[in-house]
């Protein structure tokens, strides 16, 4: 049991505002969310983020790659107030009865040109487009965007390739990280090197020993989990003669021969060959590094920063989720390959909603099937067997799903391999019907990406209100209350207690509250969170609701509660 101090004194809340889930089935919804936004409140509206060393990225053309779902407190991924499953119905509910005022969000286009301002990554043409589609995908959310371009000329810059997850110091430190194991590196200079009878393979696994026993594409990952092999037969091709001799040779370039000895990185070459990172101009780098010379912090704006993104091409997006650190500053935002930005052949624009989507708190509808313990993916906790908000992406109108890349739902797991085989992905016999492989946060083809649904709406909205308060166009006005006071009657008067807005604006709070029938002078304005009404008859019922006031009152009144008088 937690007292909340003054104006709360009297106030005590059933529930731990630190361990936000751990005893939600057995409260009333309004109690609980109610006393999780008091605690929310009384910390200032902080909130927990997430260590920066969970890293995440796309698992294949859209993120999180390398992500598994954490357990909070024993729960799944209870980061902040707005994963509180009445938080999401509360706002979701908010959009159905239109209390919720439109939002518009500014972001920011970045990308690099040549020095003569030719070959920009980034063009308005693309930008325009990708601003219509973005403002078509979140109205129904009542969010709109504003956009601006801005372009960087640097040569140098605009040539290189985005290796999202690698450093320069990774590879120099000769530290393994999966994020590195891409042709752009040279397979991350791993210098570890096991030769089968069936060929040539870096190890890029967690134990060298392990896969160094059994290392063949044939059965390595089936026989060792923590195995993968990649093959790079080059490397025993490179005579030590070709090395230095001032021309690029493929077959040396690499950290094991030493880079060619140099002769992949001359300043007159015309490929993007230079894969050194201690070269003075490498043809890549990580994504902190290309997002921190760009130097556009996320305080008041969501950046967009569009690269040629690696590995090869195929990672179309990255973003970075609001609970994560760092999440105002130069390293945040969504990286996005430059093919997939606006309307470009296949791309229709559906990447950049799906990656804003992240960053407003969405996670990927199949995660609660595909993004959990590889192995025993049954046994995870985030694991969502029906539609919850409680696990998988804590969205209850997206039925579970695993990955899926078809614009149809996916088959059914074949009894032999249910449960045990990581291709299969899933952990039930039946089929999957009514799979959500049109929303947004699916994987499908952009053509096939339609809509979010209602819910999804309600925790972005959720999400705006807690974290991206400065990046709207208005900072000033508070947010709606979207939880109904709480009213109850003794004694011959009412008492109203009362959550403030996630969202509060700027300047001192205080409330206006609404009656009906209402009060003799018309509205009341109180400054704290509590209010004793004693201009009641015994017996009738009153309705109650409220809405917050800085320097400037919030366009809507929260949800109502009605209460009838008791003299008990």
């Not at 210098?191 to 696994?205: H, L």
């Not at 899926?404 to 992905?425: K, M, R, V």
């Not at 994987?443 to 979010?452: E, I, M, V």
Request: aromatic letters at 10%; proline letters at 7%.
């Amino acid at each position: 049991m937690i007292e909340i101090s003054a104006p709360f004194s009297h106030v005590t809340c059933p529930c731990n505002p630190s361990n936000k889930r751990s005893q939600q089935k057995q409260r009333d919804m309004k109690a609980f969310v109610f006393c999780l936004l008091i605690g929310f409140a009384s910390a200032h509206l902080g909130y927990q983020k997430e260590s920066s060393a969970e890293k995440w990225c796309a698992m294949d053309s859209r993120g999180p790659k390398n992500l598994k779902r954490t357990n909070v407190n024993g729960k799944c991924n209870a980061y902040t107030v707005c994963d509180a499953p009445e938080m999401t119905l509360a706002y979701t509910s908010a959009l159905a009865q239109n209390i919720l005022p439109p939002v518009v969000i500014n972001y920011q286009v970045h990308g690099f040109a040549k020095d003569d301002g030719s070959d920009p990554i980034v063009t308005a043409e693309h930008t325009n487009e990708q601003l219509a589609f973005m403002n078509e995908a979140y109205a129904d959310a009542k969010m709109s965007f504003n956009s601006t371009l801005l372009v960087q000329k640097n040569s140098f810059n605009q040539a290189k390739t985005v290796v999202y997850g690698c450093t320069y110091e990774d590879i120099l430190n000769k530290e393994f990280n999966l994020d590195c194991i891409t042709p752009e590196t040279g397979f991350g200079g791993d210098p570890e090197i096991c030769i089968p009878n069936v060929g040539c393979f870096q190890v890029i696994c967690s134990s060298v020993a392990t896969c160094n026993s059994n290392c063949t594409t044939q059965n390595a990952i089936a026989t060792n989990p923590e195995c993968a092999c990649f093959c790079i037969p080059e490397i025993f091709q490179c005579a030590n003669s070709s090395i230095g001799n001032g021309i690029c040779n493929p077959e040396c370039n690499f950290m094991q021969r030493n880079w060619d000895g140099g002769d992949c990185c001359l300043a007159n070459r015309t490929q993007k060959t230079c894969r050194d990172p201690s070269s003075p101009n490498p043809d890549w780098w990580g994504d902190e590094l290309f997002k921190t010379s760009i130097g556009s912090s996320s305080i008041d704006h969501l950046n967009f920063y569009i690269a040629n993104l690696g590995p090869n091409g195929k990672l179309l997006g990255v973003a970075h989720f609001p609970w994560m650190d760092g999440v105002y500053g130069m390293a945040a935002g969504i990286i996005m390959s430059s093919m997939a930005w606006g309307i470009q052949g296949p791309f229709l624009g559906d990447t950049a909603a799906h990656e804003a989507g992240h960053c407003f708190g969405l996670y990927h509808v199949f995660s609660g099937v595909s993004e959990l313990k590889v192995w025993k993916p049954c046994e995870d906790i985030c694991y969502e067997s029906t539609p919850s908000l409680l696990t998988g992406d804590l969205i209850a109108d997206t039925n579970p799903t695993p990955i899926n890349y078809e614009c149809n739902n996916p088959p059914p797991c074949p009894a032999s391999q249910n449960g045990t085989d990581i291709a299969c992905e899933t952990c039930q016999l039946k089929p999957w019907t009514n799979t959500p492989y049109t929303n947004y946060m699916a994987y499908g083809d952009d053509p096939c990406l339609t809509h979010f649904t209602a819910q999804q709406h309600g925790r972005m909205r959720c999400y705006v209100d807690l974290a991206y308060q400065n990046w709207t166009t208005d900072a000033v006005t508070p947010g709606t209350i979207v939880i109904a006071p709480n009213a109850t009657s003794s004694c011959s008067t009412v008492t109203l207690t009362w959550a403030p807005p996630i969202n509060r604006g700027t300047g001192t709070l205080s409330f206006v509250i609404q009656r009906t029938p209402p009060f003799v002078n018309g509205i009341k304005t109180v400054g704290g969170m509590a209010y004793t009404d004693d201009q009641v008859q015994v017996g009738s019922s009153y309705t109650y609701s409220v809405k917050a006031v800085t320097s400037r009152a919030a366009q809507y009144f929260s949800p109502a509660s009605t209460v009838t008088v008791t003299s008990q």
